[in-house]
Structures are given as structure tokens and as C-alpha cells.
DNA sequence: CGACTGACGCCGA
DNA sequence: CTCGGCGCCAGTC
């Protein structure tokens, strides 16, 4: 299995109405400091896998892409629809971060 | 082959 | 607070 698909299917596993960071899923992808594979990964998935893309943001909360352009703006509606608090591009991490149960990655996970 | 490029992240100035 | 520098690595050229 290529790092990428690990990395998407790890991005399935974040529930709706919460966020991830790039950096987090790389680290549960079994990828640690790889942050930027995540971004990459994301920019290259298939639009046929449906990925919940837009719960990725950076460990600031905020999201990644430039104020204002379109995909910061889908981003953004998004996941106000989701229940997910966005002031600007920011968002509580405290409040919407995923904070996964170790058994759920375990039985979800098969590395 | 090397150089450059990201939807990043952390640390120091 | 903002920058800048560096580590990161699979593609792409």
C-alpha cells in the first residue's frame, strides 16, 4: 500500500462535525513529520473517493488555503454545515479537533 | 542525475 | 504579532 492511500484512508476516518490536522493524519498514517505528504496526498485523491477533505486544516486551526479564494471559501461553508464553529478561517481546535479512540484506529486501521 | 514544488509544522529572532 | 529557515518527501521537469 502507497503512503497515499494510507493517508486517505485515514481521512475518511475523521467524523463529521470535526477537524484534523495535516500533521495528524500523517502521524496516524504512520507517517510522523510528514505533514506535507498530506497536503499532497489530498491534492492528488481521485474526486471518485469522495474524500472529507475540507476537515483538514493546520495545527493553528486555520485553514490552509488563501483568504478568500474559492476552495477557502468551500472549506469554510462546508464545515459551518457540519456544526463546526469557523471564525474567518479559524477554527477552535480545542472545541472541533479529533481526538480519536486508539481501538477505533485499530480495528479501522489494517497496516 | 539535480532543482523545484507544495492545501505543513516547529522554533528562533 | 510576523518572518525566515529548515526538515519533510513524492512527483514533476
Not at 47 to 68: C, D, K, M, N
Not at 103 to 111: A, D, H, I, R, V
Request: a positive charge; glycine letters at 10%.
Amino acid at each position: 500500500m502507497g503512503n497515499f492511500e494510507k493517508i486517505w484512508r485515514v481521512v475518511t476516518l475523521v467524523p463529521s462535525g470535526c477537524v484534523a490536522s495535516y500533521g495528524q493524519i500523517a502521524d496516524l498514517a504512520g507517517l510522523p513529520g510528514r505533514a506535507r505528504l498530506t497536503s499532497k496526498a489530498l491534492g492528488k485523491a481521485p474526486e471518485s473517493l469522495g474524500l472529507p477533505w475540507y476537515r483538514i486544516v493546520r495545527s493553528t486551526g486555520q485553514i490552509a488555503f488563501p483568504a478568500g479564494s474559492e476552495l477557502a471559501q468551500t472549506q469554510r461553508v462546508r464545515l459551518i454545515a457540519e456544526g463546526v464553529h469557523v471564525n474567518g478561517r479559524q477554527i477552535c481546535m480545542q472545541r472541533f479537533g479529533w481526538k480519536p479512540e486508539i481501538s477505533t484506529l485499530l480495528y479501522e486501521l489494517e497496516f
